[in-house]
């Protein structure tokens, strides 16, 4: 039997082998130049990438275009037009100026640049934009009335012979763009057209010859979206993307870390992070990114949680673990109407939850709720019922018969069925089927956590030994009864938690949890100091047969004892002993009718 009751403690890293390192580092700003750090020393794989897109000899046969998987922002294409120029366009400068156009009377000609005040000379060498449209990126072709036309120069003239980084999503909604963006870059020409079909250009405007690297930047819905638009074009441009999260794996992935969030402080010149913030932006970071081997390096997370500290820092101002500390604080109140209103109708007894009780065929088991448009996931206790009745076996899904039930909350209860069957229906049929049900679920419920929590309330319904409510239980299973992880661990145990505060702790309380989510855990400091003071408890369970001994104290199978098992299959034959006397009895009243 594999149970662990966790002690939980505040996750923090290793840093006193860095203590004195960042201690000494009184000037930031000079640390990062020092180092060089920038957007790309952390992400291998675009490297990679840009550099096939960047060669420093340029040849015709180079890649024109690359795919980069990241997030459509203002904050990220900022850094990563500085990172993409600082890496690779610094050491190969732009040979070419761009061009100039000359107007004399009803002729336009085309000329090299000679400066970059000439009109359509190139201004950057490498230029980001997030949203785009026709005129932003081509330019156009004006003729006020009885004035001479006029031509301006769009992005594509402004980057000549660089790079641009264009969102992905522009041009999802305007496809033509992406059609023309991509025969001018592979002709290696810049010609004008009319933005109106119907009314043609008044005059003959030499094509501009074209040198560009184009970087389309989405997320996964937008790139899957192009793959099925223009899957030759997906197929052949470079792939790559930028990974939102660091593995941790030794302590100086540690150290890594925290350059990137001192970078981050100082591109954006906010105040110096004190020694004290690391452990508690540390323990944020663990919590965002739901798993202690994985640190976020999303960069609007980041920013935004060192900005909203800046706001709470006191006299020596750094950003030290007090302003961190009221900074989440705060933003879990303004975010908490919504959660408040939820947890109310469990404080109200609109929602029933027994945390003290031992019944029979009733557990609680844990979900998630979302809500479109809201921040936060909710942890929210569920009370799941089971009854026994005399039947073929079958199981009765009351959620899936009443269409409340999706497809993988469905499939979790096939494979309850399956383990049922297995275990208790080998040499013969089941004489009795159960009935399960979410009570006080009104709305469609999906996904397979409640698996072990349902099984456990049928094992408990067939067994006829009671559960203690004190303990929710959150897992899914196989149809081996192994435990397997589940996500959204810390809102639920929270959840639970919170509503056993409200109706008193016991000391005996807590949380059934798959032993593979351990490294999932990030509870808040509440929680942690209560498994601290042994007034609520985790427990990690690798088998149905664990969960059941902590539920109900009993055994699931015991070749000593009585167990579980043996109760089961003792009213089994009860039940078939009695089916059969019946049978006797009916079939002897049909042979005396027949005589």
Same mark, same amino acid.
């Given at each position: 039997?594999?149970?662990?009751?966790?002690?939980?403690?505040?996750?923090?890293?290793?840093?006193?082998?860095?203590?004195?390192?960042?201690?000494?580092?009184?000037?930031?700003?000079?640390?990062?130049?020092?180092?060089?750090?920038?957007?790309?020393?952390?992400?291998?794989?675009?490297?990679?990438?840009?550099?096939?897109?960047?060669?420093?000899?340029?040849?015709?046969?180079?890649?024109?275009?690359?795919?980069?998987?990241?997030?459509?922002?203002?904050?990220?294409?900022?850094?990563?037009?500085?990172?993409?120029?600082?890496?690779?366009?610094?050491?190969?400068?732009?040979?070419?100026?761009?061009?100039?156009?000359?107007?004399?009377?009803?002729?336009?000609?085309?000329?090299?640049?000679?400066?970059?005040?000439?009109?359509?000379?190139?201004?950057?060498?490498?230029?980001?934009?997030?949203?785009?449209?026709?005129?932003?990126?081509?330019?156009?072709?004006?003729?006020?009335?009885?004035?001479?036309?006029?031509?301006?120069?769009?992005?594509?003239?402004?980057?000549?012979?660089?790079?641009?980084?264009?969102?992905?999503?522009?041009?999802?909604?305007?496809?033509?763009?992406?059609?023309?963006?991509?025969?001018?870059?592979?002709?290696?020409?810049?010609?004008?057209?009319?933005?109106?079909?119907?009314?043609?250009?008044?005059?003959?405007?030499?094509?501009?010859?074209?040198?560009?690297?184009?970087?389309?930047?989405?997320?996964?819905?937008?790139?899957?979206?192009?793959?099925?638009?223009?899957?030759?074009?997906?197929?052949?441009?470079?792939?790559?993307?930028?990974?939102?999260?660091?593995?941790?794996?030794?302590?100086?992935?540690?150290?890594?870390?925290?350059?990137?969030?001192?970078?981050?402080?100082?591109?954006?010149?906010?105040?110096?992070?004190?020694?004290?913030?690391?452990?508690?932006?540390?323990?944020?970071?663990?919590?965002?990114?739901?798993?202690?081997?994985?640190?976020?390096?999303?960069?609007?997370?980041?920013?935004?949680?060192?900005?909203?500290?800046?706001?709470?820092?006191?006299?020596?101002?750094?950003?030290?673990?007090?302003?961190?500390?009221?900074?989440?604080?705060?933003?879990?109140?303004?975010?908490?109407?919504?959660?408040?209103?939820?947890?109310?109708?469990?404080?109200?007894?609109?929602?029933?939850?027994?945390?003290?009780?031992?019944?029979?065929?009733?557990?609680?088991?844990?979900?998630?709720?979302?809500?479109?448009?809201?921040?936060?996931?909710?942890?929210?206790?569920?009370?799941?019922?089971?009854?026994?009745?005399?039947?073929?076996?079958?199981?009765?899904?009351?959620?899936?018969?009443?269409?409340?039930?999706?497809?993988?909350?469905?499939?979790?209860?096939?494979?309850?069925?399956?383990?049922?069957?297995?275990?208790?229906?080998?040499?013969?049929?089941?004489?009795?089927?159960?009935?399960?049900?979410?009570?006080?679920?009104?709305?469609?419920?999906?996904?397979?956590?409640?698996?072990?929590?349902?099984?456990?309330?049928?094992?408990?319904?067939?067994? *006829?030994?009671?559960? /203690?409510?004190?303990?929710?239980? =959150? @897992?899914?299973?196989?149809?081996? #009864? &192994?435990?397997? !992880?589940?996500?959204?661990?810390?809102?639920?145990?929270?959840?639970?938690?919170?509503?056993?505060?409200?109706?008193?702790?016991?000391?005996?309380?807590?949380?059934?949890?798959?032993?593979?989510?351990?490294?999932?855990?990030?509870?808040?400091?509440?929680?942690?100091?209560?498994?601290?003071?042994?007034?609520?408890?985790?427990?990690?369970? *690798?088998?149905?047969? /664990?969960?059941?001994?902590?539920? =109900? @104290?009993?055994?699931?199978?015991? #070749? &000593?004892?009585? !167990?579980?098992?043996?109760?089961?299959?003792?009213?089994?034959?009860?039940?078939?002993?009695?089916?059969?006397?019946?049978?006797?009895?009916?079939?002897?009243?049909?042979?005396?009718?027949?005589?």
């Amino acid at each position: 039997m594999a149970i662990t009751q966790l002690k939980v403690k505040q996750i923090q890293p290793d840093l006193a082998h860095l203590h004195e390192q960042m201690t000494n580092t009184k000037n930031t700003i000079k640390s990062v130049i020092d180092n060089q750090k920038n957007l790309l020393t952390w992400q291998p794989r675009v490297v990679s990438a840009l550099s096939m897109l960047c060669p420093k000899k340029r040849a015709n046969f180079n890649p024109r275009f690359m795919l980069l998987k990241a997030q459509e922002s203002e904050l990220f294409f900022e850094l990563f037009k500085s990172a993409v120029k600082s890496e690779f366009l610094s050491s190969t400068p732009i040979l070419n100026l761009g061009y100039s156009y000359f107007f004399s009377d009803n002729k336009i000609t085309l000329s090299n640049a000679k400066s970059q005040q000439d009109n359509f000379a190139t201004k950057e060498s490498c230029i980001s934009m997030t949203h785009v449209d026709s005129e932003k990126l081509f330019g156009c072709v004006r003729q006020p009335e009885n004035s001479p036309i006029k031509l301006e120069p769009g992005l594509v003239h402004d980057a000549n012979g660089g790079v641009l980084i264009l969102g992905l999503r522009s041009f999802l909604h305007q496809p033509n763009l992406l059609i023309k963006l991509k025969q001018m870059v592979l002709k290696e020409k810049f010609e004008w057209f009319s933005v109106d079909e119907s009314n043609p250009l008044p005059l003959s405007i030499p094509p501009i010859p074209l040198d560009l690297r184009i970087i389309l930047v989405g997320d996964r819905l937008s790139l899957a979206e192009l793959q099925e638009y223009e899957p030759d074009f997906y197929n052949s441009s470079l792939y790559a993307e930028y990974e939102n999260e660091l593995q941790v794996k030794s302590p100086d992935q540690i150290q890594d870390w925290l350059d990137y969030i001192k970078f981050i402080a100082t591109t954006y010149q906010l105040p110096q992070i004190a020694q004290s913030a690391y452990n508690k932006i540390y323990q944020e970071a663990i919590r965002y990114t739901g798993d202690q081997y994985y640190l976020p390096l999303a960069i609007d997370w980041i920013y935004s949680l060192l900005v909203n500290a800046t706001y709470f820092i006191q006299h020596d101002e750094m950003i030290d673990e007090t302003a961190i500390d009221k900074a989440i604080e705060q933003k879990l109140w303004r975010e908490g109407y919504l959660k408040e209103r939820f947890l109310e109708e469990f404080f109200n007894n609109q929602i029933m939850i027994n945390t003290k009780d031992q019944v029979i065929g009733q557990i609680n088991g844990l979900s998630v709720v979302q809500y479109p448009g809201y921040p936060m996931a909710i942890g929210e206790p569920s009370r799941l019922s089971c009854l026994v009745h005399f039947g073929d076996g079958e199981l009765i899904d009351i959620e899936h018969k009443t269409e409340l039930a999706g497809n993988i909350h469905s499939k979790g209860m096939m494979i309850m069925q399956s383990f049922i069957m297995s275990e208790f229906a080998i040499n013969h049929q089941l004489p009795f089927s159960t009935s399960l049900v979410f009570e006080q679920s009104y709305s469609e419920i999906d996904g397979d956590s409640a698996s072990l929590a349902g099984l456990c309330a049928i094992i408990s319904a067939l067994s *006829e030994q009671p559960i /203690d409510q004190q303990i929710a239980v =959150t @897992g899914s299973v196989d149809q081996f #009864g &192994n435990v397997q !992880s589940i996500g959204g661990i810390n809102e639920k145990i929270e959840g639970f938690f919170t509503v056993c505060k409200h109706q008193g702790l016991t000391g005996q309380q807590g949380v059934i949890i798959p032993a593979s989510n351990q490294r999932h855990l990030c509870l808040n400091d509440e929680i942690s100091k209560a498994i601290n003071e042994k007034t609520f408890s985790i427990w990690t369970v *690798e088998h149905i047969a /664990d969960a059941l001994y902590l539920l =109900t @104290g009993m055994p699931y199978k015991n #070749g &000593n004892s009585i !167990s579980l098992y043996q109760l089961i299959l003792a009213r089994m034959q009860s039940m078939l002993l009695q089916d059969k006397k019946r049978d006797n009895w009916f079939s002897k009243l049909q042979n005396y009718c027949k005589k």
